[in-house]
């Protein structure tokens, strides 16, 4: 069971959270000017914040285009009798995928998937076959990504 930690994120907090998922490298002396707080009780609520679980990381995001992969996708898969064990610990070796969710409905698994190329979906899609049936949503354009949580 999950606690709720909703006495410890308080209006400043949640501020503070604001800032940091829209720019996580802005300084704890810009994000203390927009909350009120100094730049030391900014970076203590942070630490708080990180040490409760809150907060649990950092990370670049990079332009799938413009590292060699023009193609981003959505594939779900409907698992086998027997298969869905073996792909969860399979899935986690392969590079292509960025995210991958276990979900209810048809589907057991939906996985958001970056590829080179056709050839190199067609290639992957060959791998995923011995699992169970995939669908293939290929992205045309991101409407929303990374929104940031809110109270």
């Known amino acids: 069971m999950v606690k709720s930690l909703n006495n410890v994120i308080d209006p400043i907090n949640w501020s503070i959270l604001g800032c940091l998922q829209k720019n996580a490298r ?3 002396a810009s994000i203390g000017r927009k909350v009120g707080l100094t730049s030391p009780a900014v970076a203590e609520r942070v630490k708080k914040l990180e040490d409760l679980g809150v907060i649990t990381g950092y990370k670049a995001f990079l332009s799938h285009t413009l590292t060699g ?3 981003k996708a959505i594939i779900t898969l ?14 986690k070796n392969y590079d292509e995928v960025i ?3 276990r979900v209810t409905g048809n589907e057991n698994i939906v996985m958001e998937v970056v ?3 056709q050839f ?3 290639r992957f899609i060959d791998k995923l076959i011995q ?3 995939t669908r293939t949503h ?7 990504s990374n929104a940031p949580v809110v109270k």
Not at 81 to 89: A, H, I, R, S, V
Not at 138 to 144: K, M, P
């Open 131 to 133: 699992y169970g049936e």
């Open 26 to 28: 802005e300084s704890f």
């Open 115 to 117: 590829l080179k190329d």
């Open 138 to 144: 290929i992205i045309l354009s991101e409407v929303v």
């Open 69 to 71: 992969h023009q193609l």
């Open 78 to 91: 409907r698992a086998f009798m027997g298969k869905l064990k073996p792909f969860l610990e399979m899935v």
């Open 120 to 122: 190199h979906l067609e």
């Open 99 to 101: 995210n991958c969710y």
